[in-house]
């Protein structure tokens, strides 16, 4: 059974932006952390943006730092990224995972080794940057 799902992934030329989404099915958001991940070809997977279910807080990796922003609404069971200003380095696939966060630091909850004993992830959404 799927419990996550993203879509908004697809062929955009650099500078552009996209507003891939994350829809949780039978999984209520409000217990969980998200995390957007992404793994470019040939490449490890990357936590690159977090947000807390506990009180909002975000973290972004310094590789999208001042270009993504995350957001969350949990009464549509949802998660977004706003990506502006893409460049060739940001073609990926991108991942969307729900976490409990418990007494972890979000930038914590946003390492691909962090487990608390249970960890959704979706099957992931290809973004390509390319002219």
């Known amino acids: 059974q799927s419990h996550l799902v993203e879509s908004g992934g697809c062929l955009v030329p650099p500078g552009r932006s996209l507003n891939p989404s994350c829809v949780a099915t039978?999984?209520?958001?409000?217990?969980?952390?998200i995390v957007w991940f992404r793994q470019p070809p040939g490449k490890e997977r990357e936590g690159f943006s977090c947000?807390?279910?506990?009180?909002?807080?975000?973290y972004y990796g310094d590789s999208v730092k001042g270009r993504f922003t995350i957001s969350r609404d949990n009464a549509k069971l949802t998660a977004y990224l706003q990506m502006n200003s893409l460049e060739p380095e940001d073609t990926a696939v991108y991942y969307c995972?729900?976490?409990?966060?418990?007494?972890?630091?979000?930038?914590?909850?946003?390492?691909?080794?962090?487990?608390?004993?249970?960890?959704?992830w979706g099957k992931g959404t290809l973004v390509t940057v390319s002219s």
């Open positions: 039978r999984l209520p958001l409000v217990y969980y952390a």
């Open positions: 995972a729900a976490r409990p966060q418990r007494d972890a630091t979000i930038q914590a909850v946003c390492d691909p080794g962090y487990y608390y004993g249970v960890d959704y």
């Open positions: 947000i807390s279910n506990h009180d909002g807080s975000t």
